[in-house]
């Protein structure tokens, strides 16, 4: 391995088997590169001495095998590698190195022993290269945009399907639930009518038939008055229900009020025609002659 290097840091891909024999591919990045080869960071656990595959991600068509060193040092969930190319690999970081001293590689931009031309020749393939990885992240970036769209699209789409499902369920409750209740109120209402009137019925059997009218004309009438403010109490919940639902709701809710209406005019018949009855049975009452005597 070169002692110099140059502390570049380039995205890579890497990939092959860990030390569990379990093969991957990790998207990672160097920490520094020479011209045999460099160090990088990765979360895999690795064995010195394993061959993988190394690919810049700017040149995806590049490609080179290396051999792992020694593990440097842990940062965080990675670790440092130092690794050494496996096979000839001299146009594969995209910049030059030469040897400064036999035993080791410097890149061509060193001030101590390059040249001015040496040095603008280095940074323009710096350049080139940061211009293709710049280049390669945008297309990246197009890709990663598009399929964010999409998959934000499908979440909105599949929302507010989620949505209309909860809003169609929240509906039908509540509109079982309302005629429910006013059926329940309907029926509590039409018991407690037909209790006072049975109760006023029986009370009045004992009295006369002008007090029997009276006190049944003044039930009904109260009664009836009882039926009117239900019967606006329910008009004023369906048209509230109108405004909050939709049509089917309001066409049930006239439905249950036209069967409650109809319940109750059979109800007042029924009442009438007892009491109608009770006239045409009440005994007449006949003046007692005196009883003659003989002698």
């Known amino acids: 391995m070169a002692n110099h290097h140059l502390a570049v840091k380039l995205t890579v891909l890497c990939s092959g088997a860990d030390a569990g024999g379990r093969k991957f591919e990790e998207r990672t990045r160097t920490t520094a590169i020479t011209a045999h080869g460099g160090r990088l960071l990765t979360a895999q656990k690795l064995q010195p001495g394993a061959r993988l595959t190394l690919r810049l991600l700017a040149r995806p068509d590049r490609a080179a095998e290396i051999k792992l060193g020694q593990a440097l040092e842990s940062r965080g969930e990675q670790a440092e590698w130092a690794f050494e190319f496996a096979g000839p690999a001299e146009d594969f970081w995209g910049v030059r190195f030469k040897d400064a001293t036999g035993d080791a590689a410097a890149p061509v931009g060193a001030i101590a022993a390059g040249t001015l031309a040496e040095i603008s020749e280095q940074l323009v393939l710096l350049a080139a290269h940061a211009d293709d990885h710049i280049r390669y992240c945008s297309q990246e970036m197009e890709v990663?945009?598009?399929?964010?769209?999409?998959?934000?699209?499908?979440?909105?789409?599949?929302?507010?399907?989620?949505?209309?499902?909860?809003?169609?369920?929240?509906?039908?409750?509540?509109?079982?639930?309302?005629?429910?209740?006013?059926?329940?109120?309907?029926?509590?209402?039409?018991?407690?009518?037909?209790?006072?009137?049975?109760?006023?019925?029986?009370?009045?059997?004992?009295?006369?038939?002008?007090?029997?009218?009276?006190?049944?004309?003044?039930?009904?009438?109260?009664?009836?008055?009882?039926?009117?403010?239900?019967?606006?109490?329910?008009?004023?919940?369906?048209?509230?229900?109108?405004?909050?639902?939709?049509?089917?709701?309001?066409?049930?809710?006239?439905?249950?009020?036209?069967?409650?209406?109809?319940?109750?005019?059979?109800?007042?018949?029924?009442?009438?025609?007892?009491?109608?009855?009770?006239?045409?049975?009440?005994?007449?009452?006949?003046?007692?002659?005196?009883?003659?005597?003989?002698?």
């Not at 029997?212 to 329910?234: H, I, M, P, W």
């Not at 049930?252 to 109750?264: C, D, K, R, V, Y």
């Open 144 to 295: 990663l945009k598009e399929r964010f769209a999409r998959e934000l699209q499908s979440a909105l789409d599949s929302g507010a399907r989620q949505l209309q499902q909860l809003a169609r369920s929240t509906m039908q409750t509540t509109f079982r639930s309302l005629l429910e209740d006013l059926a329940h109120r309907a029926e509590q209402a039409i018991d407690e009518g037909l209790t006072r009137l049975r109760k006023t019925v029986d009370e009045a059997t004992a009295r006369s038939a002008r007090d029997l009218v009276s006190e049944a004309d003044t039930q009904f009438r109260d009664f009836q008055e009882r039926l009117v403010k239900q019967g606006r109490q329910v008009a004023a919940r369906a048209e509230q229900l109108q405004a909050d639902n939709e049509r089917a709701i309001e066409e049930a809710l006239e439905n249950a009020l036209s069967h409650f209406q109809a319940a109750t005019a059979e109800t007042l018949h029924a009442v009438a025609d007892s009491l109608a009855a009770h006239k045409l049975v009440r005994p007449h009452h006949k003046d007692a002659k005196p009883a003659k005597t003989t002698k």
